[in-house]
């Protein structure tokens, strides 16, 4: 529910461009709608997010992830530094 409602078109859309034609081997949208998932669903951090998505397959169906591959910890911190440069973006869309 909160990532059909979420205004965040414009901010995938700069961070779409931002990545162009770079390695798509996790997609922005996914990446993000994880994020907002661990939110919602209480995980204090990436280790305990990532190990939910290792174990549910739902979830990281509903996140945008294809298959059975987590993306690893260094993959998070390399797009949370993206999301930090994008802090006014964020702010709008909370």
Same mark, same amino acid.
């Given at each position: 529910l909160? $990532?059909?409602?979420?205004?965040? @078109?414009e901010?995938?859309? !700069?961070?779409?461009?931002?990545?162009?034609?770079?390695?798509?081997d996790?997609? +922005? %949208?996914?990446?993000?709608?994880?994020? $907002? &998932?661990?939110? +919602?669903? !209480?995980? @204090?951090?990436?280790?305990?997010l990532?190990r939910? $998505?290792? %174990?549910?397959? !739902?979830?990281?169906?509903?996140?945008?992830?294809?298959? @059975?591959?987590?993306?690893? &910890?260094? +993959?998070?911190? %390399?797009?949370?530094?993206? *999301? *930090?440069n994008? &802090?006014?973006? +964020?702010?709008?869309?909370?």
């Amino acid at each position: 529910l909160v $990532l059909e409602y979420m205004p965040d @078109e414009e901010l995938m859309r !700069q961070l779409e461009k931002e990545r162009n034609k770079g390695r798509d081997d996790y997609p +922005v %949208r996914a990446m993000w709608n994880s994020i $907002l &998932a661990g939110i +919602v669903y !209480q995980h @204090e951090t990436i280790e305990k997010l990532r190990r939910e $998505l290792g %174990r549910n397959g !739902q979830l990281r169906f509903m996140c945008g992830f294809k298959g @059975e591959t987590v993306p690893p &910890a260094w +993959v998070y911190t %390399r797009f949370l530094k993206k *999301i *930090i440069n994008h &802090a006014e973006e +964020v702010d709008k869309i909370m």
